[in-house]
């Protein structure tokens, strides 16, 4: 079977599309292929190092997976206690710490994992690994304790929406991407939910929050003025704090001006368009405050110079 980089859009690729050119040619075009062995190391270089998660990002997808967790056995009709919890997240959380100092992760399909920090020696103390598990002990227990787990707990599994893991809609020819942590109807209603575990630029939000009312206007037919989208916050500072985004049909337009001026400007770097072909010497490096955070630094910057 021969894959196709087919052009897609997701709230993820235009961030990197706004932080840097170049990086998002290595997150979208560059590394294709490098999943096969005898592609040139360059290529499977940059695949590698795609997949790399930063501390803080790493800390989120774990709660936001044992959370998952909680929320698909309780649908099966399973409880899970916050103590078990609390120790699958420790469990899973060190497991990854173990891995990622092995240094098992190769890139490939694998359950390895591998820190930004490790891949480029920037040490994690103790007192912070520490401080990690905290954090992300808090957020569960943040989330366990909560309002709205126990009004998700009182709604019948009938009226929860939906739990996939990768959900898209077509916009206008193209595929946009969306996760949704949690969405369930209430009578008429839809209420979307997002799990925040760190902070989130208010103009982010809202057009997160727009993207899920687009689709679920698109895949479920309802009415614009019967979603609400709301951003509950399990982080420490902002524990418990929920930000509800009431849809009307002005901020839907706002969405969708967005989504195709965004996807517009990406195209207009490609080679050909129709084949969604790229070449890296067109999108430019932005060389600056985003490179001490990047995945690609061993590919792009002359001071890491590639070595395989
Ligand atoms: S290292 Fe800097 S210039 Fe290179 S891709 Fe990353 S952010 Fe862009």
Same mark, same amino acid.
């Given at each position: 079977?021969?894959?196709?980089?087919?052009?897609?859009?997701?709230?993820?690729?235009?961030?990197?599309?706004?932080?840097?050119?170049?990086?998002?040619?290595?997150?979208?075009?560059?590394?294709?292929?490098?999943?096969?062995?005898?592609?040139?190391?360059?290529?499977?270089?940059?695949?590698?190092?795609?997949?790399?998660?930063?501390?803080?990002?790493?800390?989120?997808?774990?709660?936001?997976?044992?959370?998952?967790?909680?929320?698909?056995?309780?649908?099966?009709?399973?409880?899970?206690?916050?103590?078990?919890?609390?120790?699958?997240?420790?469990?899973?959380?060190?497991?990854?710490?173990?891995?990622?100092?092995?240094?098992?992760?190769?890139?490939?399909?694998?359950?390895?994992?591998?820190? *930004?920090?490790? &891949? +480029?020696?920037?040490?994690?103390?103790?007192?912070? @690994?520490?401080? =990690?598990? /905290?954090?992300? %002990?808090?957020?569960?227990?943040?989330?366990?304790?909560?309002?709205?787990?126990?009004?998700?707990?009182?709604?019948?599994?009938?009226?929860?929406?939906?739990?996939?893991?990768?959900?898209?809609?077509?916009?206008?020819?193209?595929?946009?991407?969306?996760?949704?942590?949690?969405?369930?109807?209430?009578?008429?209603?839809?209420?979307?939910?997002?799990?925040?575990?760190?902070?989130?630029?208010?103009?982010?939000?809202?057009?997160?929050?727009?993207?899920?009312?687009?689709?679920?206007?698109?895949?479920?037919?309802?009415?614009?003025?019967?979603?609400?989208?709301?951003?509950?916050?399990?982080?420490?500072?902002?524990?418990?704090?929920?930000?509800?985004?009431?849809?009307?049909?002005?901020?839907?337009? *706002?969405?969708? &001006? +967005?989504?195709?001026?965004?996807?517009?400007?990406? @195209?207009?770097? =490609?080679? /050909?368009?129709? %084949?969604?072909?790229?070449?890296?010497?067109?999108?430019?490096?932005?060389?600056?405050?985003?490179?001490?955070?990047?995945?690609?630094?061993?590919?792009?910057?002359?001071?890491?110079?590639?070595?395989?």
């Amino acid at each position: 079977m021969v894959f196709k980089n087919e052009f897609s859009w997701s709230k993820s690729r235009d961030g990197i599309f706004r932080e840097c050119r170049r990086k998002y040619f290595f997150n979208h075009y560059g590394f294709w292929n490098g999943w096969i062995a005898s592609e040139d190391d360059r290529i499977k270089r940059i695949y590698y190092l795609k997949k790399l998660n930063g501390k803080e990002v790493w800390m989120g997808s774990a709660v936001h997976g044992v959370i998952e967790f909680i929320l698909k056995k309780f649908r099966s009709g399973e409880e899970v206690s916050l103590s078990h919890a609390v120790v699958i997240l420790r469990k899973r959380m060190e497991s990854d710490f173990v891995m990622s100092k092995l240094g098992g992760y190769t890139g490939f399909k694998t359950n390895a994992h591998r820190f *930004f920090e490790d &891949e +480029y020696d920037i040490e994690i103390s103790e007192d912070e @690994k520490a401080e =990690l598990f /905290d954090k992300a %002990e808090r957020c569960l227990r943040n989330f366990y304790n909560s309002d709205i787990f126990m009004e998700i707990r009182r709604t019948p599994v009938e009226d929860w929406v939906t739990l996939e893991d990768f959900l898209s809609f077509d916009f206008e020819s193209t595929r946009v991407y969306l996760s949704i942590d949690f969405a369930m109807r209430k009578g008429d209603k839809v209420i979307l939910y997002d799990w925040k575990t760190g902070k989130e630029r208010k103009s982010d939000y809202e057009l997160q929050m727009g993207l899920y009312s687009l689709y679920v206007a698109d895949k479920l037919g309802i009415p614009t003025e019967n979603i609400t989208a709301k951003m509950f916050y399990l982080g420490i500072g902002d524990e418990g704090k929920v930000d509800s985004f009431e849809v009307d049909s002005e901020r839907l337009e *706002f969405v969708r &001006e +967005y989504l195709r001026g965004s996807i517009l400007e990406m @195209k207009k770097l =490609l080679k /050909d368009i129709s %084949e969604n072909e790229a070449v890296e010497d067109d999108f430019e490096k932005c060389e600056g405050y985003w490179c001490s955070r990047c995945n690609f630094r061993k590919v792009c910057l002359e001071k890491w110079s590639f070595q395989e």
